[in-house]
Nanobody
Framework: QVQLVESGGGLVQAGGSLRLSCAAS????????MAWFRQAPGKEREFVAA????????TYANSVQGRFTISRDNNNNTGYLRMNSLKPEDTAVYYC???????????????????WGQGTQVTVSS
């Protein structure tokens, strides 16, 4: 099993930045693709960004393309989501997710992921 713990959320003004972290333990992190999802109040959880197990490829939701950057440090078993130019509509609980993967694969659907963190709250004030 892989255990995931998110951190780095908080309250920020519109236009500001945050970096979320996802610390992984339990298995070899570099064997797992990962992603970030978010869930706003009253809405379903949605895809934000995904990265391959090596970190060589990424993909983003249209709503965050050009503002958010997903990355990972396999030596330190940690994934990241850098969020710039934040908007009030980015307010949500952000979750990291992981699944065992072959090289070069990206996964954007929630059902494709086996392991989830507990979430971290991001609030963007206008």
């Amino acid at each position: 099993q892989v255990q995931l713990v998110e951190s780095g959320g908080g309250l920020v003004q519109a236009g500001g930045s945050l970096r979320l972290s996802c610390a992984a333990s339990g298995r070899t992190f570099s064997n797992y693709a990962m992603a970030w999802f978010r869930q706003a109040p009253g809405k379903e959880r949605e895809f934000v960004a995904a990265i391959t197990r090596s970190g060589g490829s990424t993909t983003y939701a249209n709503s965050v393309q050009g503002r958010f950057t997903i990355s990972r440090d396999n030596n330190n078993n940690t994934g990241y989501l850098r969020m710039n130019s934040l908007k009030p509509e980015d307010t949500a609980v952000y979750y990291c997710a992981a699944r065992r993967s072959s090289y070069g694969l990206l996964f954007t659907q929630q059902l494709e992921y086996d392991y989830w963190g507990q979430g971290t709250q991001v609030t963007v004030s206008s």
